[in-house]
């Protein structure tokens, strides 16, 4: 019992410790495996507002019992308001991150599905099946698979077989074999279309990932829908469409044309890789890198192209735009690189149209009429066997003119210069400008060159090197000559 006149001292609060009780009880049993700690995580996110009620409650409890005793109440202490402090923010934090739809997310951020599984809740169950069904001769194939990897295959038969390798997130091993029954892939019928569905929404967001092994009749034509993960077809004959967001789409081997639209998300990634294609190929969208090589039709790129484009061995025409870019020309026998600072080319039969900014541009051989826009950039081509050509830069330009090439020069210049090895050529320099003019040889095409703020150099070409022989007939194929194979394509400077 206190004396008289002394004030009995405040007894301690007990909110926090009881708080914080709480809180060690729930960890622990996320530790021990008790709770999930996606179940444990989404519990708090929704019923925080409960510690600061239990808080509070606890508080006036304390308040009435001092009242009761006399002894004065004890106010909130720095540790108390830390604790609210953190509690309101951790909780409003977890609030609004479980408002977020991962799924989505994660297609559109180049993070591993293994990863993402990992960190955004439950234990990952696998599971494989096996499904076919034949198809009538002439229908089209639609595979549709929302997260993950479809590679398509020619089958021997008229049969579509389905392998299915499955991963989805559960808290436990009963709800997987549930969700699992729910996203069984699905072959449906409809005249002469034929449905194949991964069926990854079927258990609602899951977060179900669906690889598929599909092989079908190779005279099959095929629409491919796809968001996250990669696609794959090969050897097949017909009509390709290929619709995706962020992944690989590569084709091999086909004969048809192609069609891929590839919609990568803003922090995603995505390339598109084609190889020995007969047939025209069309690329549209928003992707990394995108690679076309050995295409016996006409190929056309429509989009933003972030990394790199590579084009080799394209029989007919080449179209590309974007926001910076905008070129055609009729055939490609080499290779073309282009990225965000560079264009580089070989070997481009013309007439040859390209207006572009900001680029350094270098071609190799070029034959035919060229067309060339550019500023913020240099220009250097060497001609084989030109026709018209005019260049307009705003930069440098170097033309080199092989030996026994007629021509007819009309070259300009502001605020540079102009360096020759033609004494044919007339070469006049003023104020802040220069001009050349004169003809090399007779009867040939005009070359025309307009610069401003860099110099304009007009040199001798080296002699084409003459085509390659074809390759002896392989000592393995007696009586039979085979054609040679095409050159390795060099490694790119991007």
């Known amino acids: 019992m206190a004396s008289p006149g002394i004030r009995p001292p405040r007894p301690r609060s007990i909110a926090g410790p009881i708080v914080l009780i709480l809180l060690g009880i729930l960890f622990l049993a996320g530790t021990m495996g008790v709770l999930n700690w ?41 540790g108390g308001v830390f604790l609210v402090l953190f509690i309101i923010c951790t909780g409003l934090i977890a609030t609004q991150a479980a408002r977020v739809n991962w799924n989505r997310f994660g297609e559109n951020v180049q993070i591993g599905d293994e990863d993402w599984e990992n960190w955004f809740g439950g234990s990952t169950y696998s599971y494989s099946d096996e499904l076919d069904r034949e198809i009538p001769a002439g229908a089209s194939l639609h595979i549709n698979d929302d997260r993950g990897t479809i590679n398509v295959t020619v089958a021997d038969s008229r049969t579509v077989k389905v392998s299915v390798r499955k991963k989805l997130r559960a808290d436990r091993q009963n709800e997987a074999d549930t969700y699992n029954s729910k996203t069984k892939p699905q072959i449906m019928f409809a005249d002469k279309i034929v449905t194949l569905d991964a069926n990854t929404k079927g258990a609602g967001d899951k977060g179900v990932i669906t690889d598929m092994d599909v092989s079908v009749p190779r005279n099959t034509e095929l629409v491919i829908t796809g968001r996250r993960g990669n696609v794959m077809v090969t050897g097949m004959v017909g009509s390709l469409e290929i619709n995706h967001q962020n992944g690989e789409v590569t084709v091999n081997d086909h004969t048809g044309n192609v069609n891929v639209r590839l919609e990568r998300g803003n922090l995603g990634r995505g390339s598109i890789r084609l190889s020995e294609i007969k047939g025209d190929v069309t690329v549209q969208g928003k992707t990394d890198e995108v690679a076309v090589e050995d295409v016996t039709g006409a190929v056309h790129l429509n989009g933003e192209f972030q990394e790199s484009v590579r084009l080799a061995r394209i029989s007919k025409t080449v179209g590309f735009r974007s926001a910076r870019t905008d070129m055609e020309f009729s055939r490609l026998d080499g290779r073309l690189d282009l990225d965000s600072g560079d264009l580089r080319a070989d070997s481009i039969a013309g007439p040859m149209r390209l207006t572009t900014r900001s680029k350094d541009i270098n071609l190799e051989g070029l034959s035919g009429d060229l067309r060339l826009q550019n500023e913020n950039g240099t220009v250097a081509v060497s001609l084989h066997k030109p026709g018209n050509i005019q260049i307009d830069n705003k930069g440098d330009v170097e033309i080199a003119i092989p030996p026994s090439t007629g021509v007819k020069v009309e070259a300009r210049v502001r605020n540079g210069d102009i360096q020759t090895d033609f004494n044919e050529l007339k070469v006049t320099t003023g104020e802040n400008q220069a001009s050349a003019n004169g003809s090399i040889g007779s009867n040939g095409p005009k070359l025309a060159i307009n610069s401003e703020n860099g110099t304009i150099e007009i040199r001798k070409g080296a002699v084409a090197a003459p085509a390659a022989p074809p390759a002896p007939p392989s000592p393995s194929k007696a009586g039979k000559s085979l054609p040679a194979p095409p050159a390795a394509p060099e490694e790119s400077e991007n």
């Open 38 to 78: 996606h179940s444990l995580a989404l519990a708090f996110a929704r019923y925080w507002p409960a510690l600061l009620i239990l808080w509070g409650v606890i508080k006036i409890i304390e308040y009435q019992q001092a009242k009761n005793t006399g002894v004065p109440a004890r106010g909130i202490t720095a």
